[in-house]
């Protein structure tokens, strides 16, 4: 059995960032708030503080129920435990995903990477800066099922190709 984490760094900065850049912006949004009644324009970069806050809780909040920091990986099964804040364990079979996406599996070079299993409704996402990542996309496209993995081999052709013109 085969095991996938995050470094310390990495796992810090997907565990907490969200607490950091949430209050740089609250902070950043107090004064604007503050002096809006004294000129109207304020209310447009409040506007784009408060978007901004909202899509980076909301990807966060994503984050918290589908991504494990540690990912087990044998012949037949994904384990993934170590999710933020909770203590739970997800068992993906190979022969259940009924999809992947994102990341390298949409043709870029970088990304969170959903791993979904059709018999639960379960999915998983993990990014490309887990310790031996390609191994742990090797393992997975290997596994699942020919027509997906037809048409991720094709989305990682294209990789390739836009690699070797560099």
């Known amino acids: 059995m085969e095991t996938y984490n ?11 960032g969200n607490i950091f850049i949430t209050s740089l912006m609250i902070l950043n949004l107090i004064p604007l708030v503050v002096y809006v009644d004294k000129n109207a324009y304020l209310i447009i970069p409040i506007i784009i503080t408060l978007l901004i806050i909202y899509f980076t809780n909301k990807f966060y909040f994503l984050l918290y129920k ?3 920091f540690t990912i087990k990986a044998d012949e037949e099964k994904l384990i993934c435990t170590d999710f933020m804040f909770r203590k739970k364990e997800v068992v993906i079979y190979y022969n259940n995903i ?23 409704n379960i999915c998983i996402a993990f990014s490309h800066r887990i310790n031996n990542s390609t191994k742990l996309i090797a393992t997975i496209l290997s596994k699942v099922d020919k027509k997906i993995y037809d048409e991720k081999i094709d989305s990682l052709q294209k990789i390739s190709s836009k690699l070797r013109k560099k």
Do not use: A, H, N, W
């Open 6 to 16: 995050y470094s310390f760094l990495i796992k810090f900065l997907y565990r907490y």
């Open 98 to 120: 009924k999809s992947i996406s994102g990341g390298i599996f949409e043709g870029r070079l970088s990304g969170i990477m959903k791993v979904c299993d059709g018999k639960t």
């Open 66 to 68: 589908t991504f494990p």
